[in-house]
Structure formats: structure tokens, C-alpha cells
T-cell receptor, first 111, second 112 residues
Framework: RKEVEQDPGPFNVPEGATVAFNCTYSNSASQSFFWYRQDCRKEPKLLMSVYSSGNEDGRFTAQLNRASQYISLLIRDSKLSDSATYLCVVNLGDSSYKLIFGSGTRLLVRP | EAQVTQNPRYLITVTGKKLTVTCSQNMNHEYMSWYRQDPGLGLRQIYYSMNVEVTDKGDVPEGYKVSRKEKRNFPLILESPSPNQTSLYFC???????????FGPGTRLTVL
């Protein structure tokens, strides 16, 4: 089983739609969780950290479910500019604190 | 401006010709890391450094070397590049291991 798994998509949605991505992780000891956004051929950029209590930033909401070992990202009122690949990132949970990157979920927002 | 810089951004080279990709950060970060990104495989860690003079192998270290003589710099060295090292390379840094990482703009390397 992969340490971090994401549905590769693409998710093709109209502007204004609400879309949600899930990401599962295998190590129950993982402590840090992030969502990154990556545009084509560009560097990944932090979108938001995911806390146990959840995290909301404008149209973006991230949730953590430790019992089922998944994190989610909800995007409301999708914009064309939201089209990108969203990477789920989880720390390994051991003394190396290594971050494991999922392969990403591709989102296409159409007019 | 807080940033991670990499050079060169694009490089086409030939098999066996040694090359170095530089990485520098100005955020006083302890942790630095190199990744390669290939289609369908996501980001894979090559080497990382927890602090000056402390480096360790990531998931795909074969064919690469690194050094961390100064806190701000973390060069990636390919002693004898091969075509299977053709990839998009990212350097990243964070205040401490496990924290959110900041990425450089990437280096697109082609080895013929």
C-alpha cells in the first residue's frame, strides 16, 4: 500500500461548483498534514496546513480524520484559476519527520 | 524577499558530463531537501539535510551527491549523469524537518 494515496483525477467541474478531494495515508503515527497546489511545470506551493480541528481559508476547507486516516480538501465556488494539481502531503511519523507527497489530484475548472 | 533559488533552471547535457545544480535559501532554514518529479511518480526525495554537515539519503539517492557546508546552500551533484536522470528537480527548505516546505522554481534537466 502506498504511504499517501490520492485519486489522480482529473476532476472536471464548471465554474462555481463545489469539489472535494480525499487523500488517505497509511502511517497512523503521522502528525503533520498539508495541501499543496502545483501548476503545470511549476513548483509546489503550500495551500494550507491541516489541523486536527480542521482549517478554513476563504473558499478552501481542509479536514483531518485520524480514525479513518484521511484528509480532505473542499473547494467552494470554483474559479478558473483553481485549475491545478493538488498534492496531499503527510509526514512519515518517525524521527526523520520526512514529508511524503501524494501523486496529486488534477482539477480542471471549465467556464 | 524570502525565497529558494535554483540554478540553472534548464539544462541539456550529455551522458557522463559532471554537473552541479545549486540551491540557496535566505530564510535561515535548518532543513533542506532535493526531489525529482517524473510523470506518474510524483515527488521523490533524493537527499535531505537536517542541518549543516548533516545529510542523508532519501528514496532515490543513486547517482547523486550532495553537500551542506553552509546553512543556506545545498548543491546537488551528478558525477556521471545518465539519461534516466532526465527529470524535473526541486530543492526545498523548511525551518525544521516536518514543517511546511518552501520550494525553489525547479530545474529541468535533460541528459542525452
Amino acid at each position: 500500500r502506498k504511504e499517501v494515496e490520492q485519486d489522480p483525477g482529473p476532476f472536471n467541474v464548471p465554474e462555481g461548483a463545489t469539489v472535494a478531494f480525499n487523500c488517505t495515508y497509511s502511517n497512523s503515527a503521522s502528525q503533520s498534514f498539508f495541501w499543496y497546489r502545483q501548476d503545470c511545470r511549476k513548483e509546489p506551493k503550500l495551500l494550507m496546513s491541516v489541523y486536527s480541528s480542521g482549517n478554513e481559508d476563504g473558499r478552501f476547507t481542509a479536514q483531518l480524520n485520524r480514525a479513518s486516516q484521511y484528509i480532505s480538501l473542499l473547494i467552494r465556488d470554483s474559479k478558473l484559476s483553481d485549475s491545478a494539481t493538488y498534492l496531499c502531503v503527510v509526514n512519515l511519523g518517525d524521527s526523520s519527520y520526512k514529508l511524503i507527497f501524494g501523486s496529486g489530484t488534477r482539477l480542471l475548472v471549465r467556464p | 524577499e524570502a525565497q529558494v533559488t535554483q540554478n540553472p533552471r534548464y539544462l541539456i547535457t550529455v551522458t557522463g558530463k559532471k554537473l552541479t545544480v545549486t540551491c540557496s535559501q535566505n530564510m535561515n532554514h535548518e532543513y533542506m531537501s532535493w526531489y525529482r518529479q517524473d510523470p506518474g511518480l510524483g515527488l521523490r526525495q533524493i537527499y535531505y539535510s537536517m542541518n549543516v554537515e548533516v545529510t542523508d539519503k532519501g528514496d532515490v539517492p543513486e547517482g547523486y551527491k550532495v553537500s551542506r557546508k553552509e546553512k543556506r546552500n545545498f548543491p546537488l551533484i551528478l558525477e556521471s549523469p545518465s539519461p534516466n536522470q532526465t527529470s524535473l528537480y526541486f530543492c526545498a527548505s523548511s525551518f525544521l524537518a516536518g514543517d511546511e516546505q518552501f520550494f525553489g522554481p525547479g530545474t529541468r534537466l535533460t541528459v542525452l
